[in-house]
């Protein structure tokens, strides 16, 4: 005699599989414009409420995939914070082409604190800033 299992399936199962097998059938149906009974007439008004049911899941999961870039990358931020933390000599370009040298004390969201060696601190507001970048890049600059 073989080592052979007997699997014998009980009337739920069947019936369960019954249920299942012919839902993606249905389906399958209705993609290819053909349905049981219909004669490819109108069905309900032309509509199927599985179909609408299937159109929103499809919606909502397309809304959900697709969200948009954050508005606040805090870039600006982070980079503050490294030349604070670094106490890195930075050049302050004003919009009116004023240069100021020092380092930044603190910032918040309208203004920069600038210590300065040779001369008073300074309140700089940003929307006067027009650019700023390390001074040790000056000085690469100049000796090139």
């Known amino acids: ?55 929103a899941q499809q919606s909502s999961v397309q809304v959900r995939k697709r969200t948009p870039p954050p508005m606040e990358t805090n870039a600006e931020l982070f980079y503050y914070k490294k030349q604070i933390d670094a106490h890195t000599p930075m050049v302050i370009v004003l919009l009116d082409g004023e240069e100021i040298e020092g380092t930044i004390e603190w910032y918040d969201r309208g203004a920069l604190k600038v210590n300065r060696k040779s001369a008073p601190n300074l309140l700089l507001l940003k929307r006067n800033v027009k650019y700023m970048f390390k001074a040790e890049d000056r000085v690469a600059e100049a000796a090139e």
């Open 1 to 55: 005699m073989s080592n052979r299992k007997l699997i014998r399936t009980t009337l739920a199962e069947v019936k369960g599989k019954e249920r299942i097998v012919p839902q993606p059938r249905e389906r399958e149906r209705s993609n290819n414009g053909s349905h049981r009974g219909t004669g490819g007439g109108d069905r309900d008004g032309g509509r199927e409420p599985g179909r609408e049911n299937a159109r």
